[in-house]
């Protein structure tokens, strides 16, 4: 008879976290498979008798398990099919302004982005009233798809005022990361920002960009950012939500 949790071709050691109720060590072990690779988006876990024999614990330790799993989006239960693997969701703090880019790098994802488009435009109203200019003036508009991994996450637009940064439509190759451009090209330092954050369902041309259906949720960031007070740009980010989330900070209560 194995020991509790004897180490198979894909298990890992637990004696750090022995400590643990039962079900926490065995979510730690899958969790680590999942990241490590051992584990891939798309496969299958074993079974829960499966899993029950691998780590020596019961049928409930091991939906307990699957459930914590399930609920940090590293799994989905499939009626019929079993339980499968998901793309970890990348996770962006709010108390710190990081672009959508550093977010997912510092994931350790690697992103690109394509179709990069800059343009000269009049602004929507909504966006000159947030850039404090008047709406017949031309700004600079950058639009891009961001993927990860080789797979399409968001669109990403941006409104600038062209004082800001002069010759960026020369500057195509290193729109990756517009936040690295303008702090290292352009020495703009970013203070500060307010986002707001809703959810709507993408249209045919967004889920075709997408590579989605039309019935795909998207997260939709819209962000004023700041240099020292002064408004440097309005950005648009619509993002595939199974892919991506939020986590927002918060401190005390009210008075």
Not at 49 to 59: G, T, Y
Not at 157 to 167: D, E, I, R, S
Not at 215 to 235: D, F, M
């Amino acid at each position: 008879m194995p020991n509790e949790f004897t180490p198979t071709r894909k298990s890992t050691s637990i004696d750090n976290v022995k400590r643990h109720p039962l079900y926490y060590r065995v979510f730690n072990i899958i969790k680590k498979q999942i990241e490590d690779g051992v584990y891939k988006e798309g496969d299958l876990l074993p079974a829960e008798p499966l899993l029950e024999q691998q780590f020596n614990v019961s049928r409930t330790t091991i939906r307990k398990a699957i459930e914590m799993l399930e609920q940090q989006g590293l799994v989905i239960k499939k009626q019929g099919r079993g339980t499968i693997v998901t793309d970890p969701k990348t996770i962006q703090k709010l108390n710190l302004v990081t672009s959508f880019t550093e977010t997912l790098m510092e994931k350790g994802y690697k992103v690109t982005s394509k179709d990069i488009t800059v343009d000269f435009v009049i602004p929507p109203p909504w966006v000159a009233d947030a850039l404090k200019i008047n709406s017949d003036i031309k700004i600079v508009k950058i639009e891009r798809i961001k993927l990860i991994n080789g797979k399409p996450i968001a669109i990403v637009t941006n409104y600038l005022l062209p004082t800001f940064v002069p010759g960026i439509e020369r500057k195509i190759d290193k729109l990756n990361s517009l936040y690295a451009l303008l702090e290292n090209e352009y020495n703009i330092r970013i203070t500060s920002a307010v986002e707001y954050i809703g959810a709507r369902l993408a249209d045919a041309i967004e889920a075709k960009i997408l590579r989605g259906d039309k019935g795909i949720v998207l997260l939709i960031s819209k962000r004023i950012t700041y240099s020292n007070g002064q408004v440097l740009e309005v950005a648009i980010t619509k993002i595939k939500a199974d892919m991506y989330e939020y986590c927002i900070y918060m401190n005390g209560r009210p008075e």
